[in-house]
Every structure is written in structure tokens, then in C-alpha cells.
């Protein structure tokens, strides 16, 4: 598995590149991702299609917004956790919760949106997914927080809340 290395972060990080900057903190939350609710979904999804350009060239891997894609994610996070550098933990979440979010709205439906205060993707008034949240426990704790296990899981959620239930 290869890691990120020096000059993929520094693509990651880049200043022209739009970036979705998350943290555990309110107050954060507050003052910079309620200001621009507007444009954070563009933000978010050009930090998606940064994730498929930088696999595709930096690391040759060629991946989508799918189930195979959110496979290849879930290892890559492993091989993070395993030897990647805690520094880039932010930068990580924020690209590959993108990446992870915009493969569970191609694959199963909803939209981006603030959902009390964190990014998610709302599919009704009763489901949402927080894929920023997933990728981060991932890193911190390993396979056990899989991504891959979250993403299979979605459909059985809305299954089971889906009309009638």
C-alpha cells in the first residue's frame, strides 16, 4: 500500500486547491463552515475529485464513485493508520471524507448538507451519513471503524426507514 507522501500533501494542501477544513471544535464550525454553507458543497466536492486525480497520477490508481473506489479507500486508510504521519490527519479527513461522501451520493442518493453544525449527506428528514466522521475514526482506530463496512451498510439503513416503515 503506498502512503501519502511530501509532495501529494502538498497537493492536498494546496492554496488554489478548495478545501473543506474540519475539526472537532464548535467554535470552529461556527465561524467558518456557517459563513459559507453556499459554496462548501463545491468546496467539498472539488476535494473529491482531488482524491481521483491524485490516485490516478501520484499513486496509479484509477477509481470512481463507487463501491470499488470506497474498497480501494478503505485499504488506503488502513495502510494511513497503520504507518501514515498523524500531522496530516486533517488533510486526510478532508479529502478522503470528500471522496468517501461524494461515492455514497453517487451510489445511493441525498445531497451535502450542514447538518447541525457538520457536513454530511442528508438522504431524508430521518437519514444522513457523516462521511467526514468515518474517515476520521478509521485513521484514529483502524479497520474496525471501516469505511467499506459504513458504506455497505447504507442501504439496509434505508431500507429499514424507507415509506412504511
Known amino acids: 500500500m503506498l502512503l501519502i507522501s511530501a509532495n501529494i500533501i502538498s497537493r492536498i494542501h494546496d ?8 475539526r472537532t471544535g464548535r467554535e470552529w464550525q461556527r465561524n467558518t ?3 459559507n454553507d453556499g459554496a ?9 475529485g482531488l482524491v481521483i486525480s491524485v490516485a490516478r497520477e501520484e499513486l496509479r490508481q484509477e477509481i470512481g464513485y463507487d463501491e470499488a473506489g470506497v474498497r480501494w479507500l478503505d485499504g488506503y486508510i488502513k495502510g494511513q493508520h497503520d504507518q501514515g504521519d498523524p500531522k496530516n490527519l486533517d488533510g486526510l479527513v478532508n479529502t478522503l471524507g470528500a471522496y468517501l461522501g461524494e461515492c455514497i451520493v453517487h451510489s445511493f442518493g441525498g445531497e451535502w448538507a ?6 454530511g449527506i442528508r438522504f431524508d428528514e430521518r437519514n444522513a451519513a457523516f462521511p467526514f466522521a468515518k474517515v476520521r475514526k478509521q485513521l ?8 467499506l463496512s459504513f458504506f455497505a451498510l447504507i442501504p439496509a439503513v434505508l431500507r429499514r426507514s424507507g415509506p412504511g416503515a
Do not use: F, Q, Y
Open 140 to 147: 484514529e482506530n483502524g479497520a474496525g471503524d471501516s469505511v
Open 15 to 22: 492554496s488554489r486547491t478548495p478545501r473543506v477544513a474540519l
Open 114 to 119: 450542514n447538518i447541525d453544525g457538520s457536513w
Open 33 to 35: 463552515m456557517m459563513e
Open 40 to 48: 462548501m458543497p463545491e468546496r467539498i466536492r472539488a476535494n473529491a
